[in-house]
């Protein structure tokens, strides 16, 4: 089967140091300290056999993750951007679904309690979370110690089949009725980014009471994603800001109230003008910027009249908060960390609310075929008015 891989240099920075869990010329925990020159490959591989407990998926739809393009962008020194745990050559692609073509003999399915049986159509985490570790056993997978990552240390979807163990897997079944097959299957690759949004603004964020008001800053995948969990939960005013057109018209369709062009208007004037006064409930960072949108973030808090605000911070940014705790003591408001979307129900409730009509996707604005991969990989680079290009055949 042809398979789509990520290859680069090992090439440390003079500043790094081998961490205790990588592996020298093969794993990091560091990605763009030491991969250089990144470039894909098509790189023929056996159709992996599934060990006991293992599932063989024919993969039906796999979308191109931010992650995918940093791993594939360097920076002037030839330096990849994604700054985690990478081990390449490996094979992309975290965000997909498929058909269940072969199974171990105990390859459980948590919607049935007995084996899988081939035909099912199921999506799948991309934390390979051990289960032993402390944090795992604290109920806590999103932040296992000893993780691996489909797509970016282990063999991803950007393949004709995969094998995963059944633990990581989700039934899509629920979506079958409302959807039909073809749908069901592009809904399945998004569940993935819908629960890592999920998990910030449900899980981390604490959610909403029905009738608050939620501010989304960026609508890139996570923050549309967000605006359709949000406006799902009860939020009377769902307000997204987002520079791009196109992206502001595609959230509107998903459950965003309000999308706001921070070029234009003063972000938090608009989002007190339209909750008269009142603020938000939460506001999820889902923009990298934090220097740049944190005035707005403050001024929502502390002019506003609702209190116990909420701000996620979903988008990585190697960056300071330029924080006044004043704000958050006088105002009751906090800020919290999002990483991930396992354990907690996360998969199994937003499959179920897309199954109850959260229909995400318009978030799909390009579907290409494998051989594509690498270019619209590279076009993402620059590109702000795609949201999620997905690889739809994988001849
Ligand atoms: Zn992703
Ligand atoms: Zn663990």
Known sequence: MRTVNLVADWDPKPDFKLGSKDIDGKLTYLGS??????????????????????????????????SD??????DDDGYIFYPGLTAFPATLGHEFSGKVVECGPQAINKRSGKRYEPGEAVCAEEMIWCGNCKPCADGFPNHCENLQELGFSIDGAYAKYIKVDARYLWSLEGLRDTYGEEKMFLLGSLVEPTSVAYNAVI???????????VVILGGGPIGAAACAVLGKSGATSVILSEPSVPRREMALSMGATHAIDPMQVDVAEAVLDITNGMGAGIILEATGLPSIVWKDVEKIIWE?????????????????????????????????G????????????????MSAGMDVSPLI????????????????????????ITITDFE
């Open 304 to 336: 506003g009249r609702a209190v116990n605000t909420t701000v996620v911070l979903v988008a990585r940014a190697d960056d300071r908060i330029p924080l006044n705790g004043e704000v958050l003591q006088v105002r009751r408001a906090s800020v919290v």
């Open 365 to 388: 604005t390009k579907k290409i075929s494998i051989d594509k991969a690498e270019e619209n990989c590279i076009l993402l680079q620059t590109d702000r008015d795609e949201v999620k």
């Open 203 to 213: 899980e981390r964020g604490g959610g909403i009471r029905a009738g608050e008001n």
């Open 33 to 66: 300290k030491v991969w250089r020159n990144p470039h894909c490959e098509i790189i023929e591989k056996d159709v992996p056999k599934p060990g006991p407990t293992e599932v063989l998926i024919e993969v039906q739809a796999c979308g191109i993750c931010g």
């Open 338 to 353: 999002a990483q991930g979307h396992s354990g907690h129900g996360t998969f199994a409730n937003v499959i179920s609310a």
């Open 69 to 74: 393009v940093h791993m594939r962008q360097s």
